[in-house]
T-cell receptor, first 116, second 110 residues
Framework: GAVVSQHPSRVICKSGTSVKIECRSLDFQATTMFWYRQFPKQSLMLMATSNEGSKATYEQGVEKDKFLINHASLTLSTLTVTSAHPEDSSFYICSAPTGLWDQPQHFGDGTRLSIL | GENVEQHPSTLSVQEGDSAVIKCTYSDSASNYFPWYKQELGKRPQLIID???NVGEKKDQRIAVTLNKTAKHFSLHITETQPEDSAVYFCAASSNYQLIWGAGTKLIIKP
């Protein structure tokens, strides 16, 4: 079945570092990718929607200059957390629809980001 | 904006009993309603979904009901087992974008 590969699975780095997270669709073309952030004991919060070949759409309150999204190909979308700080520590996860609106989306395994 | 409310936030049931989680949504255009199970540190996994033209769907011990008029849908798990312990999320969608409930932590007591 359709698979979304997300890397890295875990990152621990110092404050001020920029971190890039990749999501690849392995056997389908992902024209759209959703990026979520999930804090402990909370629900998934949509950060932005990336579309291949165009600018991402950010949700209200999400800084586009801090969370850079690139979706340059039909199989790869990246999220870069720039100048990360401890408050950016969270679980980041991507998902991609594979067909019509009423078909299940496919999630990456998530990235646990810890900023020291 | 669109909103999905989910209750209860925590549900503790005896092993073998049934568990019911309820969600209501605000966007009348929503027409796809998936349920996800998420274990600690893992990605959400789809356990069942229902579309707006269907009132009920069942898959072994799991069932979902949808009342479009009242804009609510429910997850039913029968004969609960220890491996059912997890956080469950409902979601509603009208055009790919999922609106998520806050989640229910299901605890199965031995």
């Amino acid at each position: 079945g359709a698979v979304v590969s997300q890397h890295p699975s875990r990152v621990i780095c110092k404050s001020g570092t920029s971190v890039k997270i990749e999501c690849r669709s392995l056997d389908f073309q992902a024209t759209t990718m959703f990026w979520y952030r999930q804090f402990p004991k909370q629900s998934l919060m949509l950060m932005a929607t990336s579309n291949e070949g165009s600018k991402a759409t950010y949700e209200q309150g999400v800084e586009k200059d801090k969370f850079l999204i690139n979706h340059a190909s039909l199989t790869l979308s990246t999220l870069t957390v720039t100048s990360a700080h401890p408050e950016d520590s969270s679980f980041y996860i991507c998902s991609a629809p594979t067909g019509l609106w009423d078909q299940p989306q496919h999630f990456g395994d998530g990235t646990r980001l810890s900023i020291l | 904006g669109e909103n999905v409310e989910q209750h209860p936030s925590t549900l503790s049931v005896q092993e073998g009993d049934s568990a019911v989680i309820k969600c209501t949504y605000s966007d009348s255009a929503s027409n796809y309603f998936p349920w996800y199970k998420q274990e600690l540190g893992k990605r959400p996994q789809l356990i069942i979904d229902i579309r707006s033209n269907v009132g009920e769907k069942k898959d072994q011990r799991i069932a979902v009901t949808l009342n479009k008029t009242a804009k609510h849908f429910s997850l039913h798990i029968t004969e609960t087992q220890p491996e059912d312990s997890a956080v469950y999320f409902c979601a509603a969608s009208s055009n790919y974008q999922l609106i998520w409930g806050a989640g229910t932590k299901l605890i199965i007591k031995p």
